[in-house]
């Protein structure tokens, strides 16, 4: 073999390997921009939720007028951005609204049936 080729051959691996590295880039910027897009379209899509957590008529289950509307519940992830007392409020009354429902459903039920009531059940109020 003359001694040019061994140029040739390396000159051919030099730019097989430039091309290699072209196509990796290339795919490499592709694969960053879909990711770029999706955290883009994942950043709208939960985003927007995030900015009624000021209005509090939702979280309250009032229209913003003041008056009881439609039961509302909080927002999904709205959780993650209240106070802890704030939470702690809202789990002890949805306890005792479901304690109170559960001793409505009893006494329904033992007054359905003929059944005496016990005396946790009445209310004195």
Known sequence: MPWWSWILIWIALVAVSLLFYVLLGIRLFRQFMAT???????????????????????????TPDGEHGPERHPLAGSAVFASPMQMRHDY???????????RRRRVQRKADRGQPQALRDIDFG
């Open 92 to 102: 002890l009354t949805s306890k005792s609204s479901r304690r109170d429902e559960r």
């Open 36 to 62: 770029a897009r999706d955290l883009g379209a994942a950043g709208e899509r939960f985003g927007a939720p995030l900015a009624n957590l000021t209005d509090p008529a939702p979280l309250l289950g009032q």
